[in-house]
């Protein structure tokens, strides 16, 4: 599997996951907060489904 989040967008994804996840946690915001478990793993495996079929590459290590 071709990583193609790097950088930046890596760090915004995992950050973001985790405070959406915290807060759904802690009972601040509703259920949907558990969906910040997609930017998490994203950002965690370096690899968006959604960056592959737009053909986006962020990653500096595997640009074409």
């Known amino acids: 599997m071709k990583r193609n989040v790097g950088g930046i967008d890596k ?4 950050v973001a996951g985790a405070v959406l996840m915290i807060l759904a946690a802690t009972g ?11 930017p998490l ?7 968006c489904l959604i960056y592959t079929l737009l053909g986006i590459n962020t990653c500096p290590s595997d640009k074409r």
């Open 28 to 38: 601040t915001i509703g259920w949907w907060g558990w969906l910040g478990v997609i």
């Open 41 to 47: 793993a994203t950002g965690l495996m370096s690899n």
């Open 11 to 14: 760090v915004i994804r995992i």
